[in-house]
């Protein structure tokens, strides 16, 4: 069956994709994968060398189609116009769900952990937020480059407790601080040049319900006509001594043109509209063949690697059954040709670990290869400093000498091994950890807590992978925590995370070939809650 399977009808297939004027559909609800995990890495190194390796084309093909858009709408040719702006949206709109990156689309993002600041403004790392907006003149501000001419809209992201917090040690010969909160503040462009004096702007900030409960505000669009530029924020008026807000980001987005009534079409003697080759589809035509000639390679290199995989798995019927229904739904996606994004999206497991009340998020961490990592503990690299870290929720068999895991469980007694054997699945743990890990932007997830060791507690999330735990239960490399007597919010997150890692747990075990750890039990009897 994978013999059969044409990467050409693939490559097509994925090429359309790319160029669909389609809005992109909502995934479906993610369920835990049941499919072999070889299928499901070499599906996702395909998707990141296919997603990386047409970008560059397609950032050229949307520069081609702004121009196309402008030099239209110039020319009076509104529909050509109208069409050309849907489509270069339409791109952006693919390749900001699928690599999260913003080349296309020209989004600028003003990051709190970029800013330089200036009198009590600081970057608070742990919830990733500019905090000390206490009185008129605290500012923060961006350097910005390769910025694309244009108009562009201004949101700020923010938070703005009821009350402010009282100072920590109250002066008792002063009256008690009036700890009213929020005030104005002015977006502007730094710069003494021409055009910059107009791209100011001011905005009010008042109560969200909390500082870690964000809101936005938009501001007039700014006019942009160079590639360089200094943005900054500044506050021009503090209500109290309470604090303005917490800014968490700015984005500058752009603009929608407002585009004239698209002109009647030209028709034949009979009334009927003429039949046109545009530039658009000229555009069209020229980047599907750069990108064929740009992916053949790699869809070749991926079938082939199925082809291998089919043969291995070749007495697993699970497993050349899902082998099979991979070839069906690519070759049923003929309707429906938006096939990267769907295959990414199958590839993505449930994630475990949302924001929840007093959760924390750090993003752009990257994983960074030391001796002493492990499957489960390991040190990254975010905002400039290195440290380590440890997974909530599950524990990895160490690649050495057999100890019980972070929970205090047996590895042993979990998966009904011998010290050999676990010694065997803690380095398997610690190389899936480094290979997947590396070279990828991850989230981390934190309440701030550490461990005896003083490893950060987080919860890692990958584009791909979703819960990087899970992915580590998954392939039978990880121990499920027991629950444990937490405060009432957290217990119910805990609780939550807890039970979908079990059930993925539970879905690993049952199948026909079990992964990792379950491959090599005997009798293996995971602890029950409560025991």
């Known amino acids: 069956m994978i013999a059969r399977w044409s990467a050409s009808i693939f490559l097509t297939l994925l090429l359309a994709g790319n ?223 309470g604090g303005v807000m917490h800014l968490k980001e700015i984005r500058l987005t752009p603009a929608k043109p407002v585009t004239a009534e698209a002109a009647a079409p030209a028709l034949d003697e009979n009334g009927q509209p003429l039949p046109q080759v545009d530039e658009l589809t000229k555009l069209k035509q020229d980047h599907l063949e750069r990108l064929r000639q740009k992916l053949m390679p790699i869809s070749v290199d991926y079938t082939g690697k199925l082809s291998s995989l089919a043969t291995t798995l070749a007495r697993n019927a699970e497993a050349v059954e899902d082998l099979q229904n991979e070839v069906k739904r690519v070759e049923r996606l003929g309707d429906n040709p938006r096939s990267l994004l769907q295959l990414r999206d199958r590839n993505r497991p449930v994630a475990t670990a949302a924001l929840a009340d007093g959760m924390h998020e750090m993003r752009d961490a990257i994983y960074v290869a030391a001796p002493e990592n492990t499957g489960d503990r390991f040190m990254v690299a975010c905002n400039g400093e290195t440290f380590p870290v440890r997974l909530m929720w599950v524990s990895c068999p160490l690649p050495g000498p057999v100890t019980p895991g972070a929970s205090g469980q047996d590895p042993a007694k979990y998966f009904g091994l011998n010290d050999e054997d676990i010694t065997a699945i803690g380095i398997m743990a610690r190389d899936f950890t480094a290979e997947y890990l590396k070279e990828k932007p991850l989230r981390l997830v934190t309440r701030g807590l550490k461990d005896p060791d003083g490893a950060l507690l987080v919860s890692v999330q990958t584009e791909a992978l979703g819960d990087f735990a899970g992915a580590l239960v998954d392939n039978g490399l990880a121990m499920v925590h027991q629950p444990v007597a937490r405060a009432r919010a957290a217990k119910l997150h805990e609780d939550a995370a807890l039970t979908v890692l079990r059930e993925r747990e539970a879905a690993a075990k049952s199948r026909h070939i079990p992964p990792g750890a379950w491959s090599r039990a005997s009798d293996a009897t995971p602890a029950t809650p409560g025991t």
Do not use: C
């Open 19 to 241: 160029v669909a004027s389609q809005t992109t559909p909502a995934p479906a609800p993610a369920t835990a994968p049941t499919e072999p995990p070889d299928l499901i890495q070499k599906r996702q190194q395909f998707m990141t060398r296919a997603l990386t390796g047409s970008q560059l084309l397609s950032e050229q093909f949307a520069k081609a189609l702004a121009a196309l858009a402008r030099e239209a709408g110039v020319a009076g040719d509104y529909e050509l116009a109208l069409k050309a702006q849907q489509r270069r949206e339409t791109l952006a709109a693919l390749y900001s769900s699928a690599l999260e990156g913003s080349a296309i689309s020209n989004v600028i993002i003003l990051r709190a952990a970029e800013a330089r600041v200036g009198g009590s403004v600081s970057h608070d790392r742990a919830k990733d937020v500019l905090v000390g907006w206490k009185a008129v003149g605290n500012v923060a501000s961006w350097g910005v480059s390769r910025i694309a001419a244009g108009s562009y809209d201004v949101v700020i992201t923010y938070g703005v407790a009821d009350v402010g917090d009282p100072p920590s040690r109250p002066n008792p010969y002063l009256a008690a601080p009036d700890l009213t909160t929020g005030g104005d503040f002015e977006f502007y462009e730094d710069s003494s040049l021409s055009g910059a004096a107009a791209n100011r702007r001011t905005g009010t900030v008042s109560s969200t319900g909390g500082w870690g409960e964000f809101s936005t505000v938009t501001l007039p669009a700014i006019q942009l006509t160079r590639t360089n530029a200094t943005f900054a924020l500044k506050i021009t008026k503090a209500k109290g001594e």
